[in-house]
């Protein structure tokens, strides 16, 4: 891979992922602060590196290709820590995951026949959901360890183990398996 300042972004996510899982599970304060560090450089970087690709004219394929993978790898990272948290279900992470390899796949397909696939408006709008959606629980867990008062760490932990983030996490699952049915949709007409 051609070492550029956007492709060094994106394969720092890489390294972000399971450092960030690591902190997230450990499950006390300063782990939680660190895991909310990491995800917050992980998220800039995904701004950045398309953002720095753009200005410095450094886009290419490889580029295009890698960047959405590495996204796929901090967001992965975090869903496995929401699942072995039991926040979310197992196989809310695996339709995700089949979801992530099967776009994967289907983007390696097309360019030997010199075709790229387009990422969707809607694939574009779960990313952005996912990425609200993983925020607020890193956020609230983070905060739950700064209150002393065990009453305001149950309270938050009814937040986050709660139905309204179980099907939330239901409509990124059911939206993400729909983006999958667009690619595709998209790969067979070309």
Do not use: C
């Not at 397909?109 to 959606?133: D, E, G, Y």
């Amino acid at each position: 891979m051609k070492k550029t300042i956007p492709n060094i972004l994106s394969m720092s996510r890489i390294v972000i992922a399971p450092l960030f899982l690591i902190f997230f599970i450990s499950n006390n304060k300063e782990s939680a602060i660190w895991s909310l560090i990491l995800f917050a450089i992980g998220a800039l970087t995904d701004y950045f590196d398309g953002w720095l690709a753009r200005k410095m004219q450094a886009t290419s394929k490889l580029g295009g290709f890698f960047d959405p993978l590495a996204d796929k790898f901090l967001t992965t990272a975090a869903f496995l820590a929401f699942v072995l948290m039991k926040i979310i279900p197992f196989w809310m992470l695996a339709v995700i995951i089949l979801r992530d390899f099967g776009t994967t796949f289907l983007r390696l397909l097309p360019s030997a026949k010199n075709v790229s696939i387009v990422t969707s408006k809607s694939a574009k709008i779960k990313t952005f959901i996912q990425m609200l959606f993983i925020s607020v629980l890193i956020g609230l867990h983070t905060m739950k360890f700064s209150f002393e008062d065990p009453n305001l760490k149950l309270a938050i932990d009814g937040i986050i183990y709660s139905h309204t983030t179980y099907f939330t996490m239901l409509g990124i699952t059911i939206l993400s398996a729909w983006t999958l049915v667009e690619y595709i949709y998209q790969y067979r007409k070309n």
